[in-house]
């Protein structure tokens, strides 16, 4: 069963930082774009950033623009997303996706889904 596996979630303290990972299981996804978003309680899933297959080209949301930043494993295989400066704002459930379509912040563009990891950013 193919799989993506997100890690690197949890609890830290405004200004802080955190590393998100993403790395499939059951198959390889080095020429799929891969991308995080989230979703806080009671909101809708909103785009974080999208990186394309080779690692050249990134998107990001206007919220995380010049905190966060996403890049690809050499093996272009795995995903990561370096947080800092995070703010209680960031709270969210982080999902982690990849899909064959065009470079995209829309979700509907995605064609696989992680299970999501939990970040909790306290005041």
């Known amino acids: 069963q193919v799989q993506l596996v997100e890690s690197g979630g949890g609890l830290v303290q405004a200004g802080g930082s955190l590393l998100l990972s993403c790395a499939p299981s059951?198959?390889?996804?080095?020429?799929?774009?891969m991308g995080w978003f989230r979703q806080a309680p009671g909101e809708e899933r909103e785009f974080v950033a999208a990186?394309?297959?080779?690692?050249?080209?990134?998107l990001y949301g206007d919220s995380v623009k010049g905190r966060f930043i996403i890049s690809r494993g050499n093996a272009k295989n795995t995903v990561y997303l370096q947080m800092i400066s995070l703010k209680p704002e960031d709270t969210a459930i982080y999902y982690c996706?990849?899909?064959?379509?065009?470079?995209?912040?829309?979700?509907?563009?995605?064609?696989?889904w992680g299970q999501g990891t939990q970040v909790t950013v306290s005041s």
């Open positions: 990186i394309n297959w080779n690692g050249d080209t990134a």
């Open positions: 059951g198959r390889t996804f080095s020429t799929y774009n």
């Open positions: 996706t990849a899909g064959a379509n065009r470079l995209s912040t829309r979700p509907a563009t995605y064609d696989l």
